[in-house]
């Protein structure tokens, strides 16, 4: 908890926010090297496309699952 308290505000509140779980390391990790300090909107903005790219990844993951295509079969 020490870790994600010692984040800067706006990345706290985009954490609380966050459709995946992130460790504080993480999220800190890339709002830096989106430079944070200087632009939080920018560091922001990578967060996001980060987070959206995972999903993606995701998505095609268990679109492929076998239980996908059987759950889609009990909807009809």
Same mark, same amino acid.
């Given at each position: 908890?020490?870790?994600?308290?010692?984040?800067?505000?706006?990345?706290?509140?985009?954490?609380?926010?966050?459709?995946? +779980?992130?460790?504080?390391d993480s999220a800190?990790?890339?709002?830096?090297? $989106?430079?944070?300090?200087?632009? +939080?909107?920018? $560091?922001?903005?990578?967060?996001?496309?980060?987070?959206?790219?995972?999903?993606?990844?995701?998505?095609?993951?268990?679109?492929?699952? +076998?239980?996908? $295509?059987?759950?889609?079969?009990?909807?009809?």
């Open positions: 908890m020490q870790a994600y308290d010692a984040l800067p505000p706006q990345l706290r509140q985009w954490l609380a926010n966050a459709c995946l +779980p992130w460790s504080p800190f990790r890339i709002w830096r090297g $989106a430079g944070g300090g200087a632009d +939080p909107s920018a $560091a922001l903005g990578r967060l996001e496309e980060v987070e959206q790219a995972m999903l993606r990844r995701d998505a095609k993951i268990w679109d492929a699952h +076998p239980l996908a $295509a059987r759950a889609g079969e009990n909807s009809a």
